[in-house]
């Protein structure tokens, strides 16, 4: 299978207005995402894509590969789709420009999951881990996934669910890390459906997939980083560089 990583990068993000500008450490919140992401190994190729001169210029500059977007797009994976479009490629995986410690594990846990007779059948896959902090669960900048026993997505919400009703039970709480694969086909198909009432409500793009009946294939891993959402992650992530 041919592989490629794609990162979708707007500069005007609503929490957090040219956050994948900031500088972290002694390059920008996007260079660490690219640079990770290539030193991965695991992908035939990696492109920046972007409706920004700034971002293209701060990545082309640096001998990187990046596109620009020639429509303006609601989602990071329409960004992707156009991009994409004419490339003879099976697998593409979205890393979010905002995820700058993008780790070898768990992307290559994430290809995995398209390999053997099961995983032909996986149309889309994303990372989730165990969440146990009582604040975190309750943060709506963290999304939260209830997933099936076989480890299929059921819903992502900003809200912590499950519900903790029964008192005698202790659930199980997963936090979705912003990475995605998919096959090419069903990244553009996802392209051509408007948006959806939970995705609209919920302000997360995976949720057209659940409304059109497409589970995501969740993979369980252990991920220790920050994804920027907020100048306060910033001032998170500048710790761990």
Known sequence: MSTIAVI???????????KLMQPLGQKTV????YDNTMATGLFDDVW???????????????GGKVKMSQRT????????AEAIADMDVDIVLNVQG????????????LLQAF??????????????????????????????????????????????VPYHR??????????????????KQALMQFTQW??????????????????????????LVSYDGVGIDTPEDLVRAREWV
Do not use: W
Request: with cysteine; hydrophobic share 40%; aromatic share 8%.
């Open 8 to 18: 979708p990068a707007r500069y005007a993000a609503t929490r957090f207005p040219g």
């Open 98 to 109: 905002d995820e700058p410690f993008v780790q070898r594990p768990v992307l290559a846990k």
């Open 194 to 219: 408007p948006i959806t009432p939970l995705e609209a409500a919920e302000k997360i793009e995976c949720l057209r997939y659940l409304e059109h009946g497409i589970p995501l294939k969740m993979v």
């Open 166 to 183: 029964n008192q005698d039970l202790q659930p199980v709480y997963y936090q979705h890390i912003g990475v995605y694969a998919f096959r």
């Open 48 to 62: 920046v894509v972007t409706d920004s001169a700034i971002i293209y210029d701060e990545i082309a500059g640096h």
């Open 73 to 80: 797009h609601e989602s990071g994976s329409d960004r992707i």
């Open 30 to 33: 996007i260079r660490h995402t």
């Open 115 to 160: 390999e053997g007779p099961q995983g032909a059948r996986v149309q889309v896959a994303s990372p989730m881990q165990i969440m146990t902090d009582a604040a975190a669960i309750a943060d709506p900048n963290r999304v939260k996934v209830v997933v099936d026993l076989h480890m299929n997505s059921l819903l992502f919400s900003r809200s912590p």
